[in-house]
């Protein structure tokens, strides 16, 4: 008979609604029923497309013997961590204050009744196989129960020490003094040491993609004009994107690499990676002018366009890395199959672009990946350039129909507030520099986001389903990603009622979870249910730390607006967050480079058009093909309130489109007409 979870909504709840295992979903039936047994509480954190939640729940809580143990002697909670990222943030990092494990999914941890940790881990296997460190599942259960029944002092100790660590780690408090650029400089330096000039990106395997240290770099390159550090952004996006990890055949970045040289992935695809990446391409291709970079950011946003967009115009959130349940099955390719589809020669052909052999590269089959440039590998073939993409992109197609006849891995069809800003963000980005038409993608989908996942009251939700109503009150990162997300698609269209809404949002954010005492924010706001800790999330995860983008759009919208008490409560979040910044720069890269928009000059950037519709876009065009991370960009066309000071006194010169540049409270001399505007700022032209 399915238990409880089958009447939830989330896919990862519902994926475990006919385990045996008795589970509740969070909340306070599944408290009380703790509290009414004195039991403790297993907590079962994950998410749809994580592999190792998945044979978690093969090996262990389809178990018959193992479902007995856990409905004899516990409560058994399961959370979908993208729904509840309060609850992983908490019970996350109690884990790692408990042990020294840096976390990660399916997190297992055992609470008290009221909530409390006293300990923790990730994935036990069903049998004894990586004993000591990692016991089995059933022996961790028994030996849980019995110092619960002979020991409980010392687990309620073990629980009140974590909690109070918890606390501690939420308590930073805002200094007087100012911040400076040495932990930016510090970043540089530790990101250069880190970084792997072989293969890209930084450390050794698992690999991760490191998004947000990529557009640090970029920005840290401009302060301090380091052509390394751009070179280090270019290289581990070209070889990421040559690479097993982007799918050689529709597009799209896995969510990370098994190894170091980014060939064999871990298959889940999440639309935060690829939000994230396509920026990253989208601004290391504006600093280069690399038409490759544009490709990829071109291919990533046709994939998300083709399987991640709803028909209500939100994005999903996630593919599944197995497909017939095995790991990667969708993807992979063997030589037979290659010679199946193509024929001989176009399956020599794709063996020597792609790296597949006979022996295959992940379990005697071939994960696509290329080794080298479209250049180096038309010479190789004895073909122009021209020739060998035409012949690649045939391949392809024909590769691509066939895989499109395969069971196709799971998606999870929920939409999560923040995860859909990053992705609109992205969008705008790119139509911002190349032909304007995916500005309207974007458009589309921050309606779908507004209409669906915001109350009357103005208030956001964290998630809905396709077809089903919002749910669960939206977190710091939902406001303060939405927000920023609006600012970016302001500044690519010139619709004013994106800014409009950026700071009812900012406003209502400040209200629900700002720290008027020590600065800075919580992650929940001040009307969520009670919890063991109200924390701050300071250091970035899989997705940009909610206080660090609140302090980005909080510095933006005080840029563009003139707002004294945006910038302050910004300035605040910043000297609390200094020491974070300074002792982990690996894991502060949003607030990094909030930090470097903080210490400026900011450049505000003002287009006063005209009728002449020609010239006026090759002004628009010029500015926004240049990477500037330091501006804001505004337009008088329709002369909105909020801009009121910035826009006094910017019209055109001469009847020609004019734009204006101001830095440091001083204007510079306007440059009137297109032909000055791209002199000044650099004429790129549209991706290609």
Not at 56 to 82: C, Q
Not at 409 to 437: C, H, Y
Not at 594 to 607: E, R
């Given at each position: ?15 475990h ?12 039936e ?15 954190i994950g998410?749809?497309a994580c ?31 993208e729904?509840?990222?309060d609850?992983?943030?908490i ?17 297992s ?51 009140q020490?974590?909690?109070a ?73 070209t070889q ?6 982007f ?7 896995a ?53 991640m967009?709803?028909a209500e ?6 593919q ?24 001989t ?19 005697g089959?071939n994960?696509?990946?290329?080794a080298l440039?479209d ?37 999870d ?12 963000s992205?969008f705008?980005?790119f139509?911002?520099v ?13 309606d779908?986001?507004?209409?669906k996942?915001?109350g009357?009251?103005g208030r956001?939700?964290?998630?809905a389903?396709?077809g ?13 990603c ?26 209502t ?19 969520h ?16 730390s ?32 200094r ?19 903080h210490l400026?000059?900011?450049q505000q ?20 093909a ?30 020609k ?17 297109a ?6 700022f ?7």
């Amino acid at each position: 008979m399915p238990n409880r979870l089958a009447t939830e909504t989330s896919l990862y709840l519902k994926q475990h609604a006919n385990n045996p295992v008795d589970w509740f979903p969070w909340g306070p039936e599944a408290l009380a029923r703790a509290k009414e047994l004195n039991r403790p509480i297993f907590l079962s954190i994950g998410y749809s497309a994580c592999h190792w939640c998945h044979v978690m729940e093969r090996e262990s809580f389809e178990s018959e013997a193992t479902a007995a143990l856990l409905n004899a002697h516990f409560v058994s909670v399961k959370v979908d961590r993208e729904e509840r990222p309060d609850l992983d943030a908490i019970y996350m990092t109690a884990l790692q204050v408990m042990n020294d494990e840096g976390g990660g999914w399916p997190l297992s941890a055992f609470l008290t009744p009221d909530g409390t940790p006293f300990y923790a881990g990730t994935y036990f296997p069903p049998d004894d196989r990586y004993a000591p460190h990692r016991p089995s599942f059933n022996k961790l259960l028994v030996a849980i129960h019995e110092a619960w029944t002979h020991r409980r002092e010392q687990a309620l100790e073990v629980g009140q020490n974590v909690t109070a660590k918890l606390r501690e780690l939420s308590a930073a408090t805002s200094s007087n003094s100012p911040v400076s650029a040495e932990p930016l400089f510090g970043a540089l330096t530790v990101l250069r040491e880190a970084f792997d000039a072989t293969h890209g990106g930084f450390g050794t395997a698992p690999k991760f993609p490191h998004a947000l240290e990529l557009r640090l770099l970029l920005r840290l390159a401009d302060r301090f004009n380091d052509a390394g550090a751009v070179e280090m952004v270019k290289h581990t996006l070209t070889q990421m994107a040559r690479g097993g990890i982007f799918d050689q055949l529709g597009g799209g970045f896995a969510r990370y690499s098994t190894d170091a040289r980014w060939l064999v992935p871990h298959f889940e695809k999440m639309l935060y990676d690829n939000a994230l990446l396509t920026s990253a391409c989208v601004e290391a291709y504006q600093r280069t002018a690399d038409p490759f970079l544009w490709l990829v950011a071109r291919d990533t946003l046709d994939y998300v366009i083709r399987e991640m967009w709803s028909a209500e115009r939100a994005f999903f959130s996630t593919q599944d890395a197995d497909s017939e349940g095995e790991e990667g099955k969708f993807y992979v390719w063997s030589a037979a199959e290659l010679l199946n589809v193509l024929g001989t020669e176009d399956a020599e052909f794709a063996g020597k672009v792609w790296g597949a052999t006979r022996a295959g590269n992940f379990e005697g089959r071939n994960i696509l990946s290329r080794a080298l440039s479209d250049e180096d590998e038309a010479k190789a073939a004895g073909l122009s350039v021209e020739a060998f993409r035409t012949r690649l992109v045939a391949v392809r197609n024909k590769l691509y129909e066939a895989r499109e006849k395969r069971v196709r891995p799971g998606r999870d069809e929920k939409f999560l507030t923040a995860w859909n800003a990053l992705m609109i963000s992205a969008f705008a980005q790119f139509g911002a520099v190349t032909d304007g038409e995916d500005t309207k993608v974007a458009a589309l989908a921050a309606d779908a986001v507004l209409t669906k996942l915001r109350g009357p009251d103005g208030r956001l939700f964290r998630t809905a389903g396709e077809g089903q109503p919002a749910k669960l009150p939206g977190y710091l990162e939902d406001y303060a990603c939405l927000a920023d997300a609006l600012v970016t698609l302001y500044e690519s269209t010139f619709d004013a009622k994106w800014l409009r809404t950026a700071i009812e949002l900012t406003e209502t954010m400040l209200k629900l979870f700002g720290d008027p005492e020590n600065g800075g924010f919580f992650f929940t706001a001040s009307d969520h249910e009670p919890l063991i800790a109200r924390t701050k999330d300071l250091h970035d995860g899989s997705t940009p730390s909610g206080s660090a983008v609140a302090v980005t759009v909080l510095l933006r919208l005080a840029a563009l607006t003139g707002r004294r008490d945006f910038a302050e409560v910004a300035e605040r979040a910043l000297r609390a967050a200094r020491d974070t910044m300074t002792a982990h720069p690996a894991a502060s890269g949003q607030m990094l480079a909030a930090l470097d928009f903080h210490l400026g000059p900011v450049q505000q950037i003002v287009i006063a058009g005209t009728n002449d519709r020609r010239e006026t876009e090759r002004v628009i065009d010029a500015v926004r093909a240049k990477f500037l991370p330091r501006r804001v960009l505004a337009s008088t066309a329709g002369a909105p309130a909020e801009l009121a000071q910035l826009l006094n006194g910017k019209v055109p010169v001469d009847g020609k489109p004019t734009v204006y540049v101001c830095a440091n409270f001083t204007c510079r001399e306007p440059l009137v007409g297109a032909d000055a505007v791209e002199a000044h700022f650099g004429h790129s032209g549209r991706g290609e």
